[in-house]
T-cell receptor
């Protein structure tokens, strides 16, 4: 049973527009959420995170929103740039240990 | 950010042989290291968690006798795929955690294993 789901395997956006990547989770014990960016044949790199006590965290062009009641989070990238083209994983952490549970990933393609 | 290296980056081996993958934290000490596996177009699946000086904790469904993990020091963990078979072909990624803070888990670049 997938505890973290990214229902859109791919997303195509025009350069300069907003990219919205979604993530849903089922485990109410998750208390911290992270977004990672991954290029082919490379390890994931940390992008942005949010604690369950917040509903929004912003870092430059990247904003993560958390709707705890809906068990849903989203990553907004605005404006999108061609260099943002990559696979984005959301990950969740429970309150026991430092284990991450990853979603299936969404491949973002930003067209010039 | 901190740097985690993996060696080799790519390995091709014959079925039945064993392959060792190294994961090193280059500029920090890692209390815990994690090993993940990624199949094509799929997510990262946690295989095991290793703490320096103690036995690794394996996730359900991961054969500990097949995937041997050694975390001999605070900067080095190794994953040995024993008697590899074609179905073990995958992308293996390690991550290292400093033990401080939720964001302080850094990923290696991954190792592509192909078993012929």
């Amino acid at each position: 049973d997938q505890q973290v789901k990214q229902n859109s395997p791919s997303l195509s956006v025009q350069e300069g527009r907003i990219s919205i990547l979604n993530c849903d989770y089922t485990n109410s014990m998750f208390d911290y959420f992270l977004w990672y960016k991954k290029y082919p044949a490379e390890g994931p790199t940390f992008l942005i995170s949010i604690s369950s006590i917040k509903d929004k965290n912003e870092d430059g062009r990247f904003t993560v929103f958390l709707n705890k009641s809906a068990k849903h989070l989203s990553l907004h990238i605005v404006p999108s740039q061609p260099g943002d083209s990559a696979v984005y994983f959301c990950a969740a952490r429970g309150n026991a240990g430092n284990m991450l549970t990853f979603g299936g990933g969404t491949r973002l393609m930003v067209k010039p | 950010g901190a740097v985690v290296s993996q060696h080799p980056s790519r390995v091709i081996c014959k079925s039945g042989t064993s392959v060792k993958i190294e994961c090193r934290s280059l500029d920090f000490q890692a209390t815990t290291m994690f090993w993940y596996r990624q199949f094509p177009k799929q997510s990262l699946m946690l295989m095991a968690t290793s703490n320096e000086g103690s036995k690794a904790t394996y996730e359900q469904g991961v054969e500990k006798d097949k995937f041997l993990i050694n975390h001999a020091s605070l900067t080095l963990s190794t994953l040995t795929v024993t008697s590899a078979h074609p179905e073990d072909s995958s992308f293996y990624i390690c991550s290292a955690w400093t033990g401080q803070g939720y964001n302080e888990q850094f990923f290696g670049p991954g190792t592509r294993l192909t078993v012929l």
